[in-house]
Every structure is written in C-alpha cells, then in structure tokens.
C-alpha cells in the first residue's frame, strides 16, 4: 500500500524524512530502565535460537565451542547447536522502539519481537526505515473515535457544500465493501479488487474532490467460493433487505436456496447483514443515488442469483434447460426475452465469414456461458458504480484541483500450492513485482542519485536484486514473454494449455543456473523466480481463463435491453451491430468497457491487465509515495495474539528487512542548511553571531562540531544535511531538554513575581491587622477607665447617648466598606492573575504584551486610588475617635456645670450630627466611585478579552496562510526540478523509444496479417469440411437405414425358419 502523510503536530518533534516527508519523532523513554529486566540480560548472554514451531526462542550461551554452542534454553532445556541458528538479542531498552532501524542487532527474531511486545501493547503501527509496517489490531481502535479525531481538527468554519463532500468521500467506503469486499479465510471483510483513491486539494490545502481507480476485481468469486469463504457482501445483504424490494427483485429464501451462496459460509461472527444492507442503502442516499439507480444496481446483483440456478441437463448430446422459470426471473430483471435468451445460450449464432450460423453448445460449454455471463454482469454493474461515486464525489470546484494525495491498495504477493497458483497469482505476483520494482527505483536509486547531485562522499551500491529480468519475462513482446505468448495461443486456432506450456520452455527456458524461468518436473507448469521467491504455476485452464469467453450472442441481446442500465452495460455490443463508429458523445463509461476490453477485437484478460498497469504505474511515477507494509499477526482473526512464523513469511515477503538494512546504510533524513540552523541553533545559542553574516553551510559545520556528532553518521551536502538513521532522533532528544530548561526558568522567574505580589499583600494585611489590634488594646484599656465607666452609667441619662448610637451604626457602615474594599481587591488581583496567564501564552506577540501592561498599569492606578480613599477614611475616623475623648474630657471636667451648659452641649451636638451627615454624604460619594470603578474594570475586561481573542485568530491566520504558502512554493521548486531531469533523460529517451516502436509496430502489424490469412484459411478448410461431412452424414444416413430395412428382412426369415423348425415333430 501506499500512502501520504500530514506533519503531525503533537509533541516529540519531527524531522525530515527523505524527499521532503515529515517523520514525527516520539520523545524517548525515561532513561531509567526496569532494572530487573536490564540486570537479568547483563548476566548472561542472550542470543535468538531458530525453531521450528515458534520460529525463534529466546536462550542464553553456556560454553561455546568451534563447532557446537552449548545453550540453555528459558524452559531449562539444555542443547548444542550450531552458531548459524544463533541470532544476536538487542538490550530491554530497544523493546516497543518506533523505528526498527534504531535496533541495534538488526535480524529477523529482532524484528518480530519488537512488532509482537508492540502489538500486545495496542501499538499496531512501526516505522520500518523507510516504510511503516501495520499490524492488523482485529478490533476497532481508540483512535478512529471522534474524541481522538477532534484533538487534531483544525477549529474553523467549514463551507456547508465542502462538508457534504467529505460526507460522501466517506460514505464512499461502505459502498465498495459491499460490492467489492468478502469473507476469506483470513479475514472477515478482504478487499478482492485493487483500488487507488485521489483525494484532491486546492491551493487552500481544502478538499475538492476525489477519484477512484478500480483493478483485478475476483470474478470467479461470483460463481465459486471455498466452504470457509463467502461471495460479496451485496449478495447476502440483499437476502435480508426489505419485502417490498424482494418482491421487486424476485428473491425469495435463503441463502441456501441460490446455487452460487449455498456452498459458501452463510454468516460472520459480530455481522448482522441486515445492518449492514440499512447502512448501504443510507450511503447510497448521501452519494445522490435516486431510487431508481440503487433498484437497477439491486436488480444486476438478483439477476446474478437467479442465473446460478438454472440447471442444465443434456439431451441426445445437447444441452437444454430444466428449469424455464429461473431464465424467466434472470431475463425479467435484465429486461430481454426469455426465449431469445434461451436460444442465444443453447444454440447462439456465430458469424462465419459473411453468413451466420447456429451452434449448438454442449452441458459443460453453457455452465461455462453462464458463469461467464455472471461474471461480466458483475464486474460492468461495479464499474458503472465507481463512475457513479467518482460522479458524485468530483466536487462543483474539480477545476481547483492543486494536488492530490493517493492511497493505493492491492492485494500482496501471493505463493500457494504448486497446483493452486494459477492465472489470477500470475497477475497478481506481476503488479506486486512492479511495485517492487517502484519502490526499488524510489527509495534506492533515486536516493543515491540525490547523494550525488549533492556531491556528499558515497559509494554507489546495488540494492536489492533486479526485477527487470523477470518483469521483462512477464510482460515482453519481442522475445516473447509469458503474457504475449499466451495472447498468441489464445488467437491461434485448436490453442491448448499444453501447447502454451511447450511455446514457453521453447522461448523462456536455457540451462542458466540463475535463470528466472524453469520447468518442472512433471511438464504441468513452470516455475518463475521472483523477488519474494519461486513460485511454481499449473497452467491448467490459462487459455479459456485469458480468453474470457463471452457468449457475445447474449451480449447483443443485453444492448437491447428494454432497462436502460442494462443496456448501458453492453452499450458498445449495440453500437458493433449497427456498424458505427463511436464519436465524442460516447459515454464515459463505455469508453472505460472499451479500455478495458483492449485496443483490437479480441480483447483478453492479459492485455486488460497490462494495460491497467501501466496507467497505474504512470500516475504513481509522478507523486511523492509513501509505503505501508500490512501484516496479518494469524490465520485465527484474533486480536492480540501473533504467529511467529506466519508473520516472518509475510515479513520476508515484503522486503522489511532488506528495506531496513539499506535504510541503515544510507542517509534517509535530511534538512536545508536554514532549516537546521533554525531549528537546532538553540543547541548553541552562543555560537552564531546574528550581527554578522554567516554561509548557511558553515553555521551547519560549526554548529555539528559543537554538537560533537560522529562525523560518519552525517554529511554536508550543497544544499541540505544528510543523516545517518535515529541522528536526528537524538538531536530532537537534545532540543526538547534545552526548551524544556528555557520553560522551567520562565517558569521560575513568573512564579517569583507572583510570589513577590503575595508577599505584598500579606505585608499590608499584617499592617492591617496591627492597626486592629493597637485600636482593640486602646478599646479595653478605655472600658476599664473609672471615667469611662462613669459616662456609661450616665450615658442613657443625656443625648450624648444618641451620639454613640449613630458612632456603631457608621463603624458598622465603615466595616462593610472594608470588605468590599477587600473583594475589589482580590477582584483586581483575579485580574491580575489572567493577565499573567495571557503574558505566558502570549510571549512572542510584544505588543499584545504592551497592552496587558498598559491595562494592569491602570488597575494598579484605580487600586492605589482606592488604597488612598480607604485610608482617608481610617484617618477620618482617628480624627473623630479624637474628638471623642476630647469631648470625654470636657465633659469629665464640666460635669458639675453640665446643666448650666446643656445648651452649650445641645449645640454642639447640633454640630456633630451635621458632620455625621456630611460624612453619610460623602460615604456614598465612595460607594458609587467603588460602584464605577467595579463598572469600568468589567468592561476594560471584557474588551481586553476581545482584543485578545482577535489578535490569536488573526496570528493563528496569519501563520497557517504563511505555512501553505512555504509547502506550496517548496512543492513547486521540486517539481520544476523533477521536471527539468525529466526533460533532459526524456528527450534521449524518445529517440530511441521511437524507433524501437517502429520496428515492434511493423512486426506486430505482420504478425497480425500472417494470423488473419491462418485464420481466414482456416476457416475456409473447416467449411470445406463441414460440407464433406454433411454429405458423408447424409449418404450414411441413407446407408444406415437400408442395411436396417435389410437386417429386419433378414430377421423376419430367421423367425419363419424358427417357427417352420419347431412344427416339425421330433423323431
């Protein structure tokens, strides 16, 4: 599989990958191992031991010897063994690693101990050097839930017509597993056709749309499957669909009422086909499909099932049908004549030169029309049906289309029994060695090629084996390959297997002991060297397989149909008997048949998948792939659980461990000079001088010498810095310590600043609390004192008393004017405190700074104004307090003259009570300034929040628009690059090309003379003899029936004999 990849912004880090790719880098371990475990491996020596059931064990060395090592095993188990079957064991502190190239012993046990600890541990995905391998979890991952979906979603507003495209890009997905997907033996939902999905994007970095590419659909699944797997999906969903819509489709029963389901298994474990059909149906809805367009889909698949049960018996040598109502329900569906059906499946008509005649079919030969018929409904009904998503989910913007990114998945190398591997594995062993091959040319070849453009000191070293040869054998013309001599034979006329087989040992086979061809030992097959290994094919059935023989007599009848989508299938079957040429007006989708049935008349198998690959391969040759290794951990479709030898197949198979090794050698990650010097500058924030200009190559040197990096595990190129594997892993290691230092400090100096604010506060709350308790002693000593006791006596007795009254009620006043004097200041120290919180996620923006500093200058201003009032107010109170005692006094030293002086006294308590009021007027003077002030801190608040939130926004804009701006200009300069190589190779490349094209065009162009004069000959001879038989037939029917006449006269005299012989009376 390959794929694309987004920069991952989590933290960790990420570095350059190679061509430009983004590999996010996990933060590593604490460095604090499990001693237990670390203490364990240091006392012994610990080595992997081949078995043949687990596939390796672990063991330690007891005595090793020349010839035999003596080990132990875990179980106890004492052996000698020899030092081949030893493998090297890497330390616990290399268990679950990420990236399997940062082992230190790189082997197979290693690496398949490092997938099992990680995929018992919910890890299912590793990064395998230059690929990813996955692990099939068998369950539904936490990461796919919304909840982890929403962490990395971008908060924005999202058009209303885009969201309805991504709805149905998704709903996509359902639809092609139930008509492409079915159960196999190893897994429940097995996608049995290869798909490439584009999903395209705007220069916005916004979905517009999206494309899918369909190849290799398995349509022999339609009419045959192993008792442990199933057909489609589709087909069993429909068996549960709604009445009314099998009444419509005239389906009635179950599954083992229908002939190509019965011998299938009928139900998955957890699947409720009925659930999964709803679920159809409602993607259906969102991809725009009427109901008339799902019910034609619908009647295909029916029309399919009814098919398989017709049953055909034999007749004086002929075939004929048992049971005339199955045709009827087929041909309802498909909209033809059930008697014409009949008649073109039993006897159809062939053209022999400028005539038609009839030819009647044998039993074995209208089974085989039949499938053939199903398979071909099947596999146009699904193509009409990816032409309708891609329809659907194009997007109103196409023309916007800026990139894409593409998810390409095929089924992988596949290696069965010596008699199982047939046609289908051919096909599906050559794409998977282009592919190889692919993979070879990027990550090898053209990484090399990068080292030497960037003059960087290397050594050019052939990775891997070269496919060419066996591509070369597969797919050539001249010398003839497997597929064109199998084109051949299928043209030629009485082509058989064998015959084919004898064509390939004549051309491929030679005594070459490194050959990829060979024969084998029983002349039913050949053997074929691939990447993955030998693989031996049976070419039983290769011929009629390639041919795909279609009853092109019912094909003409489809075009006719009175249901148009069944026409449309068959559309260009109606086009060929009107004799016309196709003109632009010619359907998509017809043109696609038309691709895929190939260029000429007679179309095959091979040529269709050929040609397919080769667009493939076309497209892929022009993006930045990704690659995805996919690993099935058992055959039992359990989660958790991992068959060492099983996966050690697969692993083999897909080259991981080749893929490592060579990753190992070479220098897969890479960063321009500015890029490095950006990011890892902070490693040595002395070293640069910024006043004066430094080359971006020499800072890059200074700054690896620095860094004391080993001089073999990176080079300086002319434009970038190359890295050995897990450098870069520990330069982010370094990085992440040296921001985590520059926080923890800032951290520490906003943490003393609050601190140093407490203290302030608490300082003037202990001042507070003296002032309190100097007044309480002054309060105490002043009710103990002889006079003081005196006055209270005589306090009720005069209006003095009054006066006290309305002291307690303003202290009481006073008291809560205090208080929320208090709660406005821990108001504005709430507010204090935000602000600071904003300072710390807002560091770089110094203007935003400047204005939090403003608003608090302010705060700090109306507080101080408020601290100046609220201690006017304690001043006042002294100064009354004062007066008080003063007046005590007086009144102490006039006691005697009170009466002669009550209206001195009234007097002055007329007095006091117009201070009393103007100190009530002034009170709330201040409390509608706190009210003001309370006012004005809110709404300062509220618009410092405002401005605050714009201002992020706008950053946040700013930086994503700068950020695509960046990608789309880098994306550019590499593809001008690509193209401008592409350029200067193309055009020597074309010369060449041109006349080789000529040449293999001239002897393609006689070839195909030389088989038409054959067959025209041919054809001729066999109307010859067709009429010499006729006659023969003729005269020996006559013959036949006058030595009949004769041999019954002969008897009749025989019996008169006999009867004349018994009259006569014995002697």
């Given at each position: 599989m390959f794929t694309t990849v987004k920069d991952n912004q989590e933290y960790g880090g990420s570095f350059i990958h190679s061509y430009g790719s983004k590999k996010f880098v996990r933060p590593k371990l604490d460095n604090v191992l499990d001693a237990v475990a670390q203490a364990r491996f240091n006392e012994?020596?610990?080595?992997w031991v081949e078995d043949d059931h687990e596939g390796y064990v672990r063991a330690h060395i007891l005595n090793e010897d020349k010839d035999k090592i003596e080990i132990e095993y875990e179980s106890g188990a004492i052996a000698f063994v020899n030092n081949s079957k030893l493998k090297a064991m890497n330390p616990p502190k290399f268990d679950m690693v990420d990236d399997m190239a940062e082992l230190t012993h790189l082997n197979e046990p290693s690496v398949i101990h490092n997938l099992t600890v990680r995929y018992k541990a919910h890890h299912v995905y590793t990064y395998s050097g230059l690929f990813l391998v996955a692990v099939n979890p068998y369950r539904n991952l936490l990461i796919y839930t919304d909840e982890y979906i929403q962490s990395y979603?971008?908060?924005?507003?999202?058009?209303?017509?885009?969201?309805?495209?991504?709805?149905?890009?998704?709903?996509?997905?359902?639809?092609?597993?139930?008509?492409?997907?079915?159960?196999?033996?190893?897994?429940?939902?097995?996608?049995?056709?290869?798909?490439?999905?584009?999903?395209?994007?705007?220069?916005?970095?916004?979905?517009?749309?999206?494309?899918?590419?369909w190849y290799l659909l398995e349509k022999s699944r339609v009419h045959y499957q192993t008792p442990k797997e199933r057909n489609y999906h589709i087909f069993y969903q429909l068996l549960e669909a709604d009445e009314d819509i099998k009444k419509l489709l005239l389906l009635d029963g179950t599954a083992d009422d229908y002939n190509f389901l019965k011998q299938s298994n009928k139900r998955i474990d957890g699947v409720d086909d009925r659930e999964e059909y709803l679920n159809l149906v409602k993607a259906l809805d969102i991809m725009g499909l009427s109901e008339k367009e799902k019910l034609d889909l619908f009647k295909i698949v029916a029309a399919i099932l009814h098919l398989g049960n017709i049953s055909i018996t034999s007749y004086l040598d002929r075939a004929d049908i048992k049971n005339f109502d199955m045709v009827e329900r087929a041909c309802h569906l498909l909209g033809i004549s059930a008697e014409g059906f009949k008649k073109s499946l039993l006897a159809p008509r062939i053209k022999a030169g400028k005539d038609w005649v009839t030819q009647a079919k044998s039993p074995a030969q209208v089974i085989a029309s039949i499938d053939a018929l199903a398979k071909t409904l099947y596999e146009r009904n699904f193509g009409f049906l990816v032409e309708r998503i891609n329809k659907a989910i194009d997007g109103p913007n196409a023309k916007e289309k800026a990139g894409f990114i593409g998810v390409l998945d095929i089924a992988g190398f596949e290696i069965f029994e010596a008699s199982t591997n047939s046609f289908e594995q051919l096909c599906i062993n050559y794409t998977n060695e282009k592919l190889q091959q692919f993979f070879n040319q990027n990550m090898f070849e053209l990484e090399q090629e990068e080292y030497r453009k960037e003059k960087i000191n290397w050594d050019y070293i052939d990775f891997g084996?070269?496919?060419?040869?066996?591509?070369d054998l597969i797919e050539k013309i001249n010398p003839v390959g497997i597929l064109s001599c199998l084109e051949e034979e299928c043209v030629a006329p009485r082509g058989s297997d064998q015959r084919f087989l004898q064509k390939l040992n004549k051309f491929c086979n030679n005594d070459d002991p490194d050959a990829k061809y060979k024969t084998t030992r029983f002349q039913d097959g050949f053997i074929l060297k691939h990447y993955a290994g030998d693989v031996e094919y049976s070419v039983n059935g290769w011929i009629e397989k390639n041919k795909y023989p279609l009853n092109e007599d019912i094909t003409r009848l489809l075009a006719r149909s009175s249901q148009k989508h069944t026409a449309k299938l068959f559309e260009e079957y109606e086009e060929e008997n009107n004799d016309r040429t196709h003109n632009h007006s010619t359907s998509s989708f017809v043109s696609m048949l038309k691709v895929r049935k190939g260029s000429g008349s007679f179309g095959t198998v091979g040529q269709r998948h050929k040609q397919q690959l080769s667009t493939l391969m076309s497209t892929l040759y022009v993006t930045h792939p990704h690659f995805v290794r996919c690993i099935l951990p058992n055959d039992k479709k359990r989660p958790g659980e991992i068959q060492t030898k099983l996966v050690l197949d697969q692993l083999r198979c897909n080259?991981?461990?080749?893929?490592?090794?060579?990753?190992?050698?070479?220098?897969?990650?890479?960063?321009?000079?500015?890029?490095?010097?950006?990011?890892?500058?902070?490693?040595?924030?002395?070293?640069?001088?910024?006043?004066?200009?430094?080359?971006?190559?020499?800072?890059?040197?200074?700054?690896?010498?620095?860094?004391?990096?080993?001089?073999?595990?990176?080079q300086i190129g002319m434009t970038k810095v190359f890295f050995k594997a897990t450098v870069l892993a520990e330069l982010e290691e370094q990085r992440d310590n040296k921001l985590g230092v520059c926080i923890t400090q800032f951290q520490a100096h906003c943490r003393a600043r609050l601190a140093r604010q407490f203290q302030t506060r608490f300082s003037r709350q202990a001042d507070a609390i003296r002032v309190m308790q100097r007044n309480a002693r002054i309060y105490i000593s002043l009710r103990e004192w002889p006079w003081w006791k005196v006055y209270a006596k005589l306090k009720p007795l005069n209006a003095a008393y009054r006066v006290d009254i309305q002291m307690q009620e303003r202290d009481q006043k006073i008291h809560t004017l205090e208080?929320?004097?208090?709660?406005?200041?821990?108001?504005?120290?709430?507010?204090?405190?935000?602000?600071?919180?904003?300072?710390?996620?807002?560091?770089?923006?110094?203007?935003?700074?400047?204005?939090?500093q403003s608003i608090i200058r302010e705060l700090e201003e109306s507080k101080q104004e408020l601290f100046q009032k609220f201690t006017m107010a304690e001043e006042r109170i002294e100064e009354l307090e004062s007066e008080l005692n003063q007046k005590s006094k007086t009144m102490e030293e006039n006691q005697k003259n009170l009466e002669q002086k009550a209206d001195q006294a009234n007097l002055e308590l007329f007095q006091q009570l117009e201070e009393n009021k103007t100190l009530k007027e002034r009170l709330a003077v201040l409390e509608k300034e706190n009210k003001d002030i309370k006012a004005s801190l809110k709404?300062?608040?509220?618009?410092?929040?405002?401005?605050?939130?714009?201002?992020?926004?706008?950053?946040?804009?700013?930086e994503l628009d700068y950020k695509n701006k960046i990608d789309i200009l880098n994306t550019e300069i590499e593809e001008l690059k690509e193209q401008l190589n592409e350029v200067k190779s193309q055009s020597a490349r074309d010369n060449k090309q041109n006349h080789e094209t000529t040449v293999q065009l001239e002897s393609e162009i006689n070839e195909l003379k030389q088989a038409l004069n054959n067959e025209t000959d041919t054809r001729n001879d066999l109307q010859t003899k067709y009429d010499c038989l006729k006659e023969d037939w003729d005269n020996l029917t006559a013959l036949v029936k006058a030595e009949s006449d004769q041999a019954k006269s002969r008897i009749s005299r025989f019996d008169q004999v006999l009867n004349d012989l018994k009259a006569i009376p014995s002697s």
């Amino acid at each position: 599989m390959f794929t694309t990849v987004k920069d991952n912004q989590e933290y960790g880090g990420s570095f350059i990958h190679s061509y430009g790719s983004k590999k996010f880098v996990r933060p590593k371990l604490d460095n604090v191992l499990d001693a237990v475990a670390q203490a364990r491996f240091n006392e012994k020596k610990w080595v992997w031991v081949e078995d043949d059931h687990e596939g390796y064990v672990r063991a330690h060395i007891l005595n090793e010897d020349k010839d035999k090592i003596e080990i132990e095993y875990e179980s106890g188990a004492i052996a000698f063994v020899n030092n081949s079957k030893l493998k090297a064991m890497n330390p616990p502190k290399f268990d679950m690693v990420d990236d399997m190239a940062e082992l230190t012993h790189l082997n197979e046990p290693s690496v398949i101990h490092n997938l099992t600890v990680r995929y018992k541990a919910h890890h299912v995905y590793t990064y395998s050097g230059l690929f990813l391998v996955a692990v099939n979890p068998y369950r539904n991952l936490l990461i796919y839930t919304d909840e982890y979906i929403q962490s990395y979603k971008v908060v924005a507003s999202i058009d209303k017509h885009l969201n309805e495209l991504q709805n149905q890009i998704l709903q996509a997905n359902p639809i092609l597993e139930a008509f492409g997907n079915a159960q196999t033996i190893r897994n429940n939902n097995s996608s049995r056709f290869g798909k490439f999905i584009r999903i395209e994007f705007n220069s916005r970095a916004q979905i517009c749309g999206a494309n899918i590419e369909w190849y290799l659909l398995e349509k022999s699944r339609v009419h045959y499957q192993t008792p442990k797997e199933r057909n489609y999906h589709i087909f069993y969903q429909l068996l549960e669909a709604d009445e009314d819509i099998k009444k419509l489709l005239l389906l009635d029963g179950t599954a083992d009422d229908y002939n190509f389901l019965k011998q299938s298994n009928k139900r998955i474990d957890g699947v409720d086909d009925r659930e999964e059909y709803l679920n159809l149906v409602k993607a259906l809805d969102i991809m725009g499909l009427s109901e008339k367009e799902k019910l034609d889909l619908f009647k295909i698949v029916a029309a399919i099932l009814h098919l398989g049960n017709i049953s055909i018996t034999s007749y004086l040598d002929r075939a004929d049908i048992k049971n005339f109502d199955m045709v009827e329900r087929a041909c309802h569906l498909l909209g033809i004549s059930a008697e014409g059906f009949k008649k073109s499946l039993l006897a159809p008509r062939i053209k022999a030169g400028k005539d038609w005649v009839t030819q009647a079919k044998s039993p074995a030969q209208v089974i085989a029309s039949i499938d053939a018929l199903a398979k071909t409904l099947y596999e146009r009904n699904f193509g009409f049906l990816v032409e309708r998503i891609n329809k659907a989910i194009d997007g109103p913007n196409a023309k916007e289309k800026a990139g894409f990114i593409g998810v390409l998945d095929i089924a992988g190398f596949e290696i069965f029994e010596a008699s199982t591997n047939s046609f289908e594995q051919l096909c599906i062993n050559y794409t998977n060695e282009k592919l190889q091959q692919f993979f070879n040319q990027n990550m090898f070849e053209l990484e090399q090629e990068e080292y030497r453009k960037e003059k960087i000191n290397w050594d050019y070293i052939d990775f891997g084996k070269d496919l060419q040869p066996t591509i070369d054998l597969i797919e050539k013309i001249n010398p003839v390959g497997i597929l064109s001599c199998l084109e051949e034979e299928c043209v030629a006329p009485r082509g058989s297997d064998q015959r084919f087989l004898q064509k390939l040992n004549k051309f491929c086979n030679n005594d070459d002991p490194d050959a990829k061809y060979k024969t084998t030992r029983f002349q039913d097959g050949f053997i074929l060297k691939h990447y993955a290994g030998d693989v031996e094919y049976s070419v039983n059935g290769w011929i009629e397989k390639n041919k795909y023989p279609l009853n092109e007599d019912i094909t003409r009848l489809l075009a006719r149909s009175s249901q148009k989508h069944t026409a449309k299938l068959f559309e260009e079957y109606e086009e060929e008997n009107n004799d016309r040429t196709h003109n632009h007006s010619t359907s998509s989708f017809v043109s696609m048949l038309k691709v895929r049935k190939g260029s000429g008349s007679f179309g095959t198998v091979g040529q269709r998948h050929k040609q397919q690959l080769s667009t493939l391969m076309s497209t892929l040759y022009v993006t930045h792939p990704h690659f995805v290794r996919c690993i099935l951990p058992n055959d039992k479709k359990r989660p958790g659980e991992i068959q060492t030898k099983l996966v050690l197949d697969q692993l083999r198979c897909n080259g991981v461990l080749e893929g490592i090794r060579i990753c190992r050698k070479g220098f897969p990650n890479r960063l321009s000079f500015d890029e490095f010097r950006k990011r890892y500058g902070i490693l040595c924030p002395n070293l640069l001088n910024r006043e004066s200009f430094i080359d971006g190559r020499t800072a890059c040197q200074l700054l690896l010498d620095q860094l004391n990096l080993d001089k073999e595990r990176y080079q300086i190129g002319m434009t970038k810095v190359f890295f050995k594997a897990t450098v870069l892993a520990e330069l982010e290691e370094q990085r992440d310590n040296k921001l985590g230092v520059c926080i923890t400090q800032f951290q520490a100096h906003c943490r003393a600043r609050l601190a140093r604010q407490f203290q302030t506060r608490f300082s003037r709350q202990a001042d507070a609390i003296r002032v309190m308790q100097r007044n309480a002693r002054i309060y105490i000593s002043l009710r103990e004192w002889p006079w003081w006791k005196v006055y209270a006596k005589l306090k009720p007795l005069n209006a003095a008393y009054r006066v006290d009254i309305q002291m307690q009620e303003r202290d009481q006043k006073i008291h809560t004017l205090e208080a929320q004097l208090k709660d406005q200041s821990s108001t504005a120290n709430e507010m204090a405190s935000r602000n600071q919180e904003l300072e710390n996620q807002q560091v770089e923006l110094k203007q935003l700074i400047l204005d939090e500093q403003s608003i608090i200058r302010e705060l700090e201003e109306s507080k101080q104004e408020l601290f100046q009032k609220f201690t006017m107010a304690e001043e006042r109170i002294e100064e009354l307090e004062s007066e008080l005692n003063q007046k005590s006094k007086t009144m102490e030293e006039n006691q005697k003259n009170l009466e002669q002086k009550a209206d001195q006294a009234n007097l002055e308590l007329f007095q006091q009570l117009e201070e009393n009021k103007t100190l009530k007027e002034r009170l709330a003077v201040l409390e509608k300034e706190n009210k003001d002030i309370k006012a004005s801190l809110k709404e300062k608040q509220y618009q410092f929040d405002k401005e605050t939130i714009e201002k992020n926004g706008k950053i946040q804009q700013l930086e994503l628009d700068y950020k695509n701006k960046i990608d789309i200009l880098n994306t550019e300069i590499e593809e001008l690059k690509e193209q401008l190589n592409e350029v200067k190779s193309q055009s020597a490349r074309d010369n060449k090309q041109n006349h080789e094209t000529t040449v293999q065009l001239e002897s393609e162009i006689n070839e195909l003379k030389q088989a038409l004069n054959n067959e025209t000959d041919t054809r001729n001879d066999l109307q010859t003899k067709y009429d010499c038989l006729k006659e023969d037939w003729d005269n020996l029917t006559a013959l036949v029936k006058a030595e009949s006449d004769q041999a019954k006269s002969r008897i009749s005299r025989f019996d008169q004999v006999l009867n004349d012989l018994k009259a006569i009376p014995s002697s």
